[in-house]
Nanobody
Framework: QVQLVESGGGLVQAGDSLRVSCAAS????????MGWFRQAPGKERELVAG????????FYGDFVKGRFTISRDNAKNTVDLQMNSLKPEDTAVYYC??????????????WGKGTLVTVSS
C-alpha cells in the first residue's frame, strides 16, 4: 500500500513557474513507477509526466513541449514536477500516481487526492 500526498499547487500568472511535489509513504518507493496526471474541468484525466522505476527515464505528454521536468528522489520518497512557462490551459487538478509497473501509464495503482494549479492570463 502506498499513500501519496501532493503539495505546492496554487494561483500563478501566465509565464510563471511552479513546482508541485508528491510525498509517498512506505519503504518501497523505489519499486514504483511514478507520474503526474491532470484533470481540467469538463475534461478527461491526462498524463503530464512519468518517471520509470528501473532506469529513472522520463516521458511527457505531448502538450508539455519541454516546459515541465519530472524528478524523483528515492531517498526522500518524493517525486516533483517543475513547471515553467505556464499557460492558462495548464489550469487543472494535478494528481500524483504510483504503479507497480515501471511505466505508470500501464496501470496507475495508487492516486493522491490532487493539488489545484490555476494559471491566470
Amino acid at each position: 500500500q502506498v499513500q501519496l500526498v501532493e503539495s505546492g499547487g496554487g494561483l500563478v500568472q501566465a509565464g510563471d513557474s511552479l513546482r508541485v511535489s508528491c510525498a509517498a509513504s512506505g519503504r518501497t518507493f523505489s519499486t514504483y513507477g511514478m507520474g503526474w496526471f491532470r484533470q481540467a474541468p469538463g475534461k478527461e484525466r491526462e498524463l503530464v509526466a512519468g518517471i520509470r522505476k528501473l532506469d529513472g527515464s522520463a516521458f511527457y505528454g505531448d502538450f508539455v513541449k519541454g516546459r515541465f521536468t519530472i524528478s524523483r528522489d528515492n531517498a526522500k520518497n518524493t517525486v516533483d514536477l517543475q513547471m515553467n512557462s505556464l499557460k492558462p490551459e495548464d489550469t487543472a487538478v494535478y494528481y500524483c500516481a504510483a504503479s507497480s509497473f515501471s511505466d505508470v501509464r500501464a496501470r496507475p495503482d495508487y492516486w493522491g487526492k490532487g493539488t489545484l494549479v490555476t494559471v491566470s492570463s
